[in-house]
């Protein structure tokens, strides 16, 4: 008899409390995609009006009694609130309901603990782990030293934990360190980039709106793509051609959610460079969603806080085949798209095109053969499509970088008539 080796999902109960100062139903639903997203299903949620937060119990005494309840009565294994909680309402709610209980932002690093998968992004997630623990260290007493195994208590680096600060700042000092010097590389790579005079273009949006998909739609990179929050932790980054004949670069980036916890912008801020450092931007939304609108509103805000302001943008619109109009306008900086099944996707490589700030020009060129160094030259930072040799000299039809057009002006020459077909 073979046992069936997948390990048991948590029952978790969803909490929030109204205050009026968002909408807290949306955010629900998007913490229930999150649970799942850990492995755990939703057995309830619930959500308190109050004109504030209650300082011991969030929820209120009232309250919190009817959720110890529920949980005894369902069995749960988790508690699981929308907001950030203080260490001394983590012990209280823990204990009225004698089960574990964590917030939105540890349950977001628990996913990412998950998803790591690059040296870089394990170390950026048990940065983000450690600061978030210490600020909480006196309220949790010894839990941190527990080997535990269930959503919030993973994550690389945690089987060593101990609960002495001057250890976790010593290791927060050590993963800077490491973070810094892999930041480092990663700037000389994109200085390098840039001397090369290669053209980057970051693909950002809400996590799940299908920006994995839609690189491996166009390059075939073939990243992990699946109907999950944080699918992508780790940036990819891969060549594509444009109808202009240039070559640039596609870099996938780890998903934004709304209120993002500052502790992850932080500790993922060298892998969110990628977009600051690049010459556009995809800002990708999910059009089939009602709140599709807010998607690409909630990007552009965090790309603001990344200093991202002046960087062309380009929107793009995926999963439009399964809706009939879009609810969004359309113009020249938008691309409704569907990078499942391919729609849209030439249209968005021609917008992108004229987007980019032109950095090669399309010429015919009649170079002579006593010039014909000038065809290296143009191969170092261009393109050449084809080459026929005449009497005099070589009929180039090729792309050339802005920087040399002075040196070929003089051989440029109309394009060749087609011939009618007969």
Known sequence: MIENQTEKRQQAVLVAVDTGEYDVRVSMDELEELADAAGADTLAKMIQKRPSF?????????????????CRNAEADLVIFDHELSPAQVRNIEKACQTPVIDRTALILDIFAQRAVTAEGKLQVELAQLRYRLSRLAGIGTELSRLGGGIGTRGPGETQLETDRRHIRRRISALRSQLAELEKRREQLRARRKKDGVTTIAIVGYTNVGKSTLLNALTNAGVLAENKLFATLDPTSRALSLPDGRNVLLVDTVGFVRRLPHQLVEAFHSTLEEATCADLIWCVC???????????????????????????????????????????????????????????LEALLEKTAKALAP?????????????????????????VFSQEYTETG?????????????KVAEFAQRPPEKENPQ
């Open 54 to 70: 209650d300082p011991a119990t969030m929820i209120g005494e009232g309250r919190l009694e009817e959720l110890a309840e529920f």
């Open 394 to 406: 070589t009929l180039v039809d090729a792309l050339v970088e802005q920087k040399l057009l002075h």
């Open 286 to 344: 999910d059009i089939a969603s009602e709140e599709a609108e807010e998607q690409v509103e909630v990007t552009k805000k965090l790309m603001q806080e990344l200093g991202v302001q002046d960087t062309p943008m380009l929107t793009v619109l995926n999963k439009c085949d399964l809706i009939a109009q879009s609810p969004l306008p359309l113009n020249a900086l938008t691309a409704p798209i569907s990078a499942k099944t391919g729609f849209g």
């Open 359 to 383: 950095t090669h020009t399309r010429l015919w060129l009649h170079i002579p053969y006593e010039r014909s160094g000038l065809i290296h030259e143009i191969l170092q930072e261009g393109k």
